[in-house]
């Protein structure tokens, strides 16, 4: 799977010659219809003219962490190929929540959908509104584990990163494969119509 990911990562990968950085994303759901929340949120970051979603890992069932009162999320990392600098992403990706119906009203708490800037190629960013690399990714597994499926070896910083973190972090009976996303990505092989 990691092999068929970074080729087709590959096509984006190049920013200086398309203008096109690779960022990483967290996705979250855990009420309403939660794997439609996941796959509606992808649909419409596929739909920004500036955005393409390279790769996404597998869905994983999660129980809540800190908040633990509500029920259990559904997770999954995507990667994306984007024109947008780091600041507008985040806007576009909070549009999307707003969109499908995220209310924030209890930190951590149960939400429809929620979308996290992870790290994005040559940024680092600190700012009131956003943190890159995100300062909590390597501490929830509910991120590393999806995230382990679609980061390439071929970005090594990246790569040590996820899998030393998944190598320290305890609870993993917490997270379960949940099922394979059915989410069309270039690394996934193309299906003839038969016609």
């Not at 203008?19 to 219809?33: C, M, R």
């Not at 700012?127 to 300062?135: E, F, G, V, W």
Request: aromatic share 6%.
């Amino acid at each position: 799977m990691e092999r068929e990911i970074e080729q087709g990562a590959s096509n984006y990968v190049s920013g200086d010659e398309t203008g096109l950085v690779i960022a990483y994303i967290a996705l979250g759901a855990n009420i309403g219809d939660r794997e439609y929340s996941l796959h509606a949120a992808l649909t419409e970051l596929d739909r920004h003219h500036d955005i393409k979603v390279v790769a996404c890992s597998d869905i994983y069932e999660t129980d809540p962490v800190g908040y633990e009162d509500q029920p259990v999320f559904l997770n999954m990392t995507a990667c994306l190929a984007t024109a947008l600098d780091a600041e507008a992403l985040l806007q576009v990706m909070l549009d999307i929540e707003k969109q499908l119906g995220r209310v924030r009203n209890i930190r951590n708490g149960p939400r429809v959908i929620d979308l996290d800037l992870l790290w994005m190629e040559g940024c680092s960013v600190n700012t009131p509104d956003l943190t890159l690399p995100h300062p909590r990714m390597g501490e929830r597994l509910f991120v590393m584990v999806p995230l382990a499926d679609i980061v390439p070896e071929s970005d090594t910083q990246l790569h040590a990163f996820v899998h030393q973190a998944l190598g320290t972090l305890d609870g993993k009976e917490g997270i379960r494969k949940w099922k394979r996303s059915s989410w069309p990505s270039e690394s996934a092989p193309s299906v003839s119509s038969g016609d």
